[in-house]
């Protein structure tokens, strides 16, 4: 248990993963790099949450660094990753007709539409996810590793019946947990949890980042930082004419939408704290941005090419070298 006097040694982070498909194998790369920034004595990882993809890496991390530290946490991101992608020839054929509908789909085209709950394939998509988490992440590991570990997971998903934005924390986190977060309604049913539906947390904290100030009670508890990985770009230089872009743009701004409304929320504390407003338990918190950047088309988030996902992963390493290196 940290002390106050403890506080002055280093800065304590959270990391917030934001969800965008395939996109955030861009947050692996990230994670991979930060993790080991994370081990110098500059710093103390805190936090992982995540919603959607996001919610992938950070619980690939989380895992890695409670079981055996941040080598593990590196290997787990890789081998999840691996297993995401396309490697197979079906999978490649499948790929690359999933990414065509998109673009199709994004210029306009018509297409046939079917709920999730007509189509038996559906249900072979939500067994391989499950599968490629469980066979590289031990689940039932988790309530003996929440007790040990010094970083806390916080994951983010939608009540579809209740309306609220719900968290899974630490020892609550399984693989279906995890599809709760990922659970995206034109693709996957509703996950059951505990009487309680969910659907992808794109549609509540994109990623949780508020619990971060909240659930620790002490000011020496709380993080100095956090440090967001960014998926869907905040600005566009031009305004999107063509129906591809406007459907790009839509897409952006609805992945941000819950993603600024955290840190609205971070902001608005800071301010109170700086008028002298709030109670000593509260510490202003610095807020950091990691972005993919925005050369990227909203459909490319379900094409799991590895090529595709490798220079991703390799572009998520360079930004996040690039972040450490600008804080030195």
């Known amino acids: 248990m940290p002390t106050d006097a403890d506080a002055g040694d280093s800065t304590r982070v959270a990391i917030a993963c934001q969800g965008g498909g395939s996109?955030?194998?861009?947050?692996a790369g990230v994670l991979k790099r930060l993790l080991r920034e994370c081990d110098t004595n500059a710093y103390e990882l805190v936090g992982l949450s995540g919603t959607s993809g996001g919610a992938v890496c950070a619980t690939?991390?989380?895992?890695?660094?409670?079981?055996?530290?941040?080598?593990?946490?590196?290997?787990?991101?890789?081998?999840?990753?691996?297993?995401?992608?396309?490697?197979?020839?079906?999978?490649?054929?499948?790929?690359a007709w999933l990414v065509a509908v998109a673009r199709f789909a994004a210029r306009g085209g018509p297409l046939p539409v079917f709920s999730p709950y007509e189509l038996p394939v559906t249900d072979v998509g939500?067994?391989?996810?499950?599968?490629?988490?469980e066979a590289h992440i031990e689940f039932e590991q988790f309530a003996t590793l929440a007790d040990v570990?010094?970083?806390?997971?916080?994951?983010?998903?939608?009540?579809?019946?209740?309306?609220?934005?719900?968290?899974?924390?630490?020892?609550a986190v399984t693989a279906e947990t995890v599809l709760a977060s990922a659970a995206i309604p034109t693709l996957f049913e509703a996950v059951g949890i505990d009487d309680?539906?969910?659907?992808?947390?794109?549609?509540?904290?994109?990623?949780?980042?508020?619990?971060?100030?909240?659930?620790?009670?002490?000011?020496?508890?709380?993080p100095d930082?956090?440090?967001?990985?960014?998926?869907?770009?905040?600005?566009?230089?031009?305004?999107?004419?063509?129906?591809?872009?406007?459907?790009?743009?839509?897409?952006?701004?609805?992945?941000?939408?819950?993603?600024?409304?955290e840190v609205y929320f971070i902001e608005t504390i800071n301010k109170l704290i700086e008028a002298g407003s709030l109670p000593d338990e509260y510490k202003p918190i610095t807020v950091e941005f990691i972005d993919?950047?925005?050369?990227?088309?909203?459909?490319?988030?379900?094409?799991?090419?590895?090529?595709?996902?490798d220079r991703l992963m390799q572009r998520g390493q360079r930004r996040a070298e690039q972040f450490c290196a600008g804080r030195k």
């Open 225 to 261: 930082e956090i440090w967001i990985v960014q998926i869907n770009p905040r600005h566009r230089e031009e305004v999107p004419k063509s129906l591809e872009e406007i459907a790009d743009r839509r897409n952006e701004l609805a992945g941000n939408l819950s993603l600024y409304q």
């Open 292 to 309: 993919l950047g925005s050369d990227l088309s909203a459909s490319s988030k379900v094409d799991r090419d590895p090529a595709f996902i």
């Open 149 to 171: 570990a010094s970083v806390d997971l916080i994951l983010g998903a939608a009540d579809v019946t209740g309306g609220e934005f719900d968290t899974f924390r630490n020892e």
């Open 126 to 133: 939500r067994d391989q996810f499950v599968d490629t988490l």
């Open 60 to 95: 690939a991390a989380w895992y890695g660094l409670a079981a055996d530290g941040t080598e593990r946490a590196i290997t787990t991101l890789d081998a999840v990753w691996r297993d995401i992608s396309a490697r197979s020839p079906f999978e490649q054929v499948t790929n």
């Open 23 to 27: 996109h955030t194998a861009f947050t």
């Open 196 to 222: 309680r539906w969910y659907w992808d947390g794109l549609f509540s904290q994109n990623p949780p980042i508020r619990d971060f100030l909240t659930t620790p009670r002490r000011a020496a508890e709380k």
